[in-house]
């Protein structure tokens, strides 16, 4: 249920980071401009408050790939919805790793808040009007934009942040597996205290959300449980994944491309037992990650 690059275009690549844009973000652009278009004395500002706050959510994002990188981890596409943005982030499978990736975002919003509070000192006046008016109503929004989506994001739900920096501290304790499977119950308990506000509120944007979160705290349950069987498997000894450094398990978890038979790839040396065929890369059960299949030694094979 994680937002696609389908029905996304490409908009800029920076340090290596694809970033797409959905279609759909001009509908809410306009309806959100043009509703709050006696906000202030000239429609450029309302444009101009739309466009900050898809540079906020830009830079939310931004901070969650960076993190990821700094730690070792992969980050390569970020896809910006209306209801928000989701940046793609494969840290190491480590919680201090996952942590700072998750982190980083909400940081990025706490500088900004903190930004925002000392230009306003400067431009806030009750008498201000005009132009300098505008600015101060245009900075009072970027601020409370940035804090609400700072508190939003820091609910103990998941897949928000909070809830998966929760996630990620009950690691250190709990292990990988039942500190998803935690995070996922606590976040459907959440998400029901949304439903209830959403309907409070009649509002449709947080009833969307909610089912968002809902779908993904299930989905989060179900990996739970998947993460739960992985770790009970034995493990290869003589291999490790050059991303993750965690042992394979010793599971038919790898599917033939060509006759669509699944096998354990380290016990056949990287070939289908049914068809012959061969596959020079495999992906890790872990983390995803696909590396050749020679860099999965732990000890490297005596030159001949």
């Given at each position: 249920m994680t937002p696609t690059r389908q029905g996304s275009f490409h908009l800029f690549r920076f340090s290596g980071i694809d970033v797409f844009l959905h279609w759909s973000w001009f509908l809410v652009a306009l309806y959100q401009i043009t509703?709050?278009?006696?906000?202030?004395?000239?429609p450029v500002w309302n444009v101009l408050e739309y466009l900050a706050l898809f540079t906020i959510v830009l830079l939310h994002e931004?901070?969650?790939?960076?993190?990821?990188?700094?730690v070792g981890g992969q980050a390569s596409l970020?896809?910006?919805w209306p209801l928000g943005g989701v940046a793609y982030v494969n840290p190491p499978q480590r919680p201090g790793a996952t942590l700072w990736s998750i982190a980083a975002g909400p940081l990025v919003n706490v500088v900004l808040v903190v930004g925002l509070s000392l230009l306003l000192a400067f431009l806030r006046p009750p008498e201000a009007e005009g132009v300098r008016g505008d600015a101060a109503g245009f900075l009072r929004t970027l601020w409370i934009i940035n804090l609400a989506m700072?508190?939003?994001?820091?609910?103990?739900?998941?897949?928000?942040?909070?809830?998966?920096?929760?996630r990620s501290l009950l690691w250190f304790w709990l292990g990988r597996a039942r500190s998803l499977l935690v995070a996922?119950?606590?976040?459907l308990v959440g998400v029901t205290g949304l439903v209830a506000v959403?309907?409070?509120?009649?509002s449709w944007w947080l009833g969307i959300m909610a089912v968002f979160l809902l779908l993904n705290c299930w989905r989060g349950l179900q990996q739970a449980r998947g993460l739960a069987r992985l770790d009970q498997l034995r493990r290869?000894?003589?291999?490790?994944?050059?991303?993750?450094n965690l042992a394979p398990p010793v599971a038919a978890?790898?599917?033939?491309?060509?006759?669509?038979?699944?096998?354990?790839?380290?016990?056949?040396?990287?070939a289908c037992p049914q068809c012959g065929a061969r596959f020079p890369t495999t992906a890790c059960p872990e983390c995803g990650v696909p590396s050749p299949w020679e860099k999965w030694l732990r000890t490297p094979p005596p030159l001949p």
């Amino acid at each position: 249920m994680t937002p696609t690059r389908q029905g996304s275009f490409h908009l800029f690549r920076f340090s290596g980071i694809d970033v797409f844009l959905h279609w759909s973000w001009f509908l809410v652009a306009l309806y959100q401009i043009t509703s709050r278009s006696a906000e202030y004395s000239s429609p450029v500002w309302n444009v101009l408050e739309y466009l900050a706050l898809f540079t906020i959510v830009l830079l939310h994002e931004f901070g969650h790939a960076l993190a990821c990188r700094q730690v070792g981890g992969q980050a390569s596409l970020i896809v910006l919805w209306p209801l928000g943005g989701v940046a793609y982030v494969n840290p190491p499978q480590r919680p201090g790793a996952t942590l700072w990736s998750i982190a980083a975002g909400p940081l990025v919003n706490v500088v900004l808040v903190v930004g925002l509070s000392l230009l306003l000192a400067f431009l806030r006046p009750p008498e201000a009007e005009g132009v300098r008016g505008d600015a101060a109503g245009f900075l009072r929004t970027l601020w409370i934009i940035n804090l609400a989506m700072l508190v939003f994001n820091l609910l103990p739900v998941y897949p928000l942040d909070g809830g998966q920096m929760l996630r990620s501290l009950l690691w250190f304790w709990l292990g990988r597996a039942r500190s998803l499977l935690v995070a996922s119950v606590t976040g459907l308990v959440g998400v029901t205290g949304l439903v209830a506000v959403a309907f409070w509120s009649q509002s449709w944007w947080l009833g969307i959300m909610a089912v968002f979160l809902l779908l993904n705290c299930w989905r989060g349950l179900q990996q739970a449980r998947g993460l739960a069987r992985l770790d009970q498997l034995r493990r290869h000894e003589g291999f490790a994944c050059p991303s993750c450094n965690l042992a394979p398990p010793v599971a038919a978890l790898w599917m033939c491309g060509n006759c669509r038979v699944p096998f354990d790839t380290f016990a056949t040396g990287g070939a289908c037992p049914q068809c012959g065929a061969r596959f020079p890369t495999t992906a890790c059960p872990e983390c995803g990650v696909p590396s050749p299949w020679e860099k999965w030694l732990r000890t490297p094979p005596p030159l001949p």
